[in-house]
């Protein structure tokens, strides 16, 4: 997509703020063991952590052809 390649910077803070914010509520729900809220907690990180990647990958997907 254009827009990552063309800004950059806000790819840059987003990833970073992904990434820090996914670790930080994976050990959260990690010290929750036995709760089911930890493991709510845990899975939302999950869930940031993979946004990082998908953020991280976007500037180089191909544009998908119209048929």
């Known amino acids: 997509?254009?827009?990552?390649?063309?800004?950059?910077?806000?790819?840059?803070?987003?990833?970073?703020?992904?990434?820090?914010?996914g670790l930080v509520l994976l050990f959260v729900?990690?010290?929750?063991?036995?709760?089911?809220?930890g493991l709510g907690v845990m899975i939302l990180g999950l869930v940031l952590l993979l946004t990082t990647l998908a953020l991280y990958n976007k500037p180089f997907e191909e544009p998908k052809k119209k048929k």
């Open 29 to 37: 729900g990690w010290k929750t063991t036995g709760q089911l809220l």
């Open 1 to 21: 997509m254009i827009f990552w390649k063309e800004h950059a910077a806000l790819r840059v803070v987003l990833m970073a703020l992904s990434f820090v914010l």
